[in-house]
């Protein structure tokens, strides 16, 4: 559906950088253009601590939506077990911190689908 790529703002003002997701010409039908921008209301509703935040969204000058969000740099769940050699106990208590933002996601009607 899209394209995310790494933004960066360095305006004299402040600097950071977000996740900047973007419809892929060609995809750009009524329909894709409809489910993106509803995926970015749901978004700007969703607040959990374990859900990167939208920070902007907008459209390009063709008309293409796009969005920015909070850039969260990490590793798969499984590497990041694995190079921390977490016992089980910490590995259940990291999929459960996962699992409850998924569950919050949902409960707004949310599903992941990219």
Same mark, same amino acid.
Request: no cysteine.
């Given at each position: 559906m899209g394209a995310v790529w790494v933004g960066? =703002?360095?305006d004299g003002g402040f600097e950071m950088?977000?996740?900047i997701k973007l419809i892929k010409r060609g995809l750009d039908t009524d329909a894709v253009l409809e489910r993106?921008?509803?995926e970015r209301r749901l978004l700007a509703e969703l607040e959990h601590p374990n859900v990167a935040r939208l920070l902007d969204g907008g459209a390009t000058d063709d008309g =293409?939506?796009?969005l920015a969000m909070e850039r969260v740099d990490g590793r798969p769940?499984?590497?990041y077990c694995a190079d921390h050699s977490l016992a089980i106990d910490?590995?259940?208590r990291l999929v459960a911190a996962v699992s409850d933002a998924v569950a919050a996601a949902h409960a707004r009607r949310i599903v992941?689908?990219?």
């Open positions: 960066e =703002r360095k950088t977000a996740a993106f921008r509803r =293409r939506p796009w769940i499984d590497a910490d590995r259940l992941h689908r990219d």
